[in-house]
């Protein structure tokens, strides 16, 4: 499970909580590879009001804090 702080330019935040992440393989021994699905989160500013899907695809460092995500998806603002 994995929770998500998003900041962008400006300040915008989304947040998540309890993604569930599938580990599909390792690039090295501390580097995980990871898809996840986030369909609940709630932000701030510009994505107040913001629910959708959004995909995400990365690493997760095991031994350390240096995990990277690309991040897609389609986000709607009511």
């Known amino acids: ?40 989160f709630w932000g701030t500013k510009f994505f107040k009001r913001a629910s959708g899907t959004i995909n995400a695809g990365g690493t997760i460092n095991i031994c350390g804090d240096n995990n990277q995500f690309a991040l897609s998806g389609t986000v709607c603002l009511k």
Do not use: R
């Open 1 to 40: 499970l994995l929770d998500h702080t998003i900041v962008f330019e400006g300040g915008d935040t989304i947040e998540t909580s309890g993604d569930v992440a599938v580990i599909n393989g390792a690039t090295s021994e501390c580097d995980l590879l990871v898809d996840e699905v986030i369909s609940s």
